[in-house]
């Protein structure tokens, strides 16, 4: 019994193990760590239930089940990484989420709040697929370099990422599914001591959270 288990494990995970085609690495995916765990809990309930029987069919189950989870936000990832190729848009995977990094040069002029209209073509590109995928709600957070202090920056990012929510809801996402943030200049992803590292922090950040 212990031994089918440990196969039933083993297959699952070489099952899912891809080629990662914006790499060319080979490792395991999200869909193949949801796969093996599912596969793993499937199969001893079953065996609890039915003995051997019982667990090669409870590791079906399980297994189709937890790849199910694993790969949703793969799939999404995969999509939007499609549609955002070349657009200065980085997409990112942080833990079970998806991360967009949207440079001011894409969204907003230096000081302002109002949407470029270069931004509208990218939204439109991400809220395509987050309808698609709406088991997976969207954070979204605005920041600025250190240039200036919080009194100005927090307000700023905030509008910012209320203008960036609330495109995504007129292009037909619910509402519920978005929340916006401002952080001023705090996470700085560069150095705030060059101009090309303070441009780099003025950005807007989509979260994409599986909410499943």
């Known amino acids: 019994m212990k031994k089918t288990i440990l196969s039933l494990i083993a297959v699952s995970f070489l099952a899912a193990c ?3 085609p914006y790499t060319g690495e080979s490792k395991v995916s999200k869909t193949a760590w949801g796969t093996g765990i599912g596969t793993a809990v499937g199969a001893g309930v079953g065996a609890l239930i039915g003995g051997e029987k019982g667990a090669l069919i409870g590791a079906g189950v399980g ?5 199910a ?5 793969d799939i999404q990832a995969r999509k939007l990484r499609e549609s955002l190729q070349g657009t200065g848009v980085q997409v990112a995977r942080d833990g079970q989420n998806i991360r967009l990094i949207m440079p001011n040069a894409i969204t907003f002029n230096t000081n302002e709040d109002v949407m470029k209209t270069s931004a509208n073509k990218v939204l439109d590109s ?6 698609e995928y709406d088991k997976t709600n969207l954070q979204v957070i605005g920041y600025t370099d250190s240039t200036g202090n919080d009194k100005i920056n927090i307000p700023l990012s905030q509008r910012r990422a209320v203008s960036v929510a609330n495109y995504l809801k007129l292009r037909g996402i619910n509402p519920a599914r978005i929340s ?3 952080m001023g200049a705090s996470n700085p992803i560069a150095s ?6 303070r441009e780099q922090n003025r950005r807007v950040e989509i979260y994409l959270i599986n909410a499943q």
């Open 180 to 182: 916006a943030a401002g």
């Open 18 to 20: 891809a080629t990662d």
């Open 63 to 67: 297994a189709g089940v937890g790849a």
């Open 126 to 131: 991400v809220a395509v697929v987050a309808k």
């Open 192 to 197: 705030n001591d060059t101009p090309q590292g």
């Open 69 to 73: 989870s694993g790969g949703y936000m």
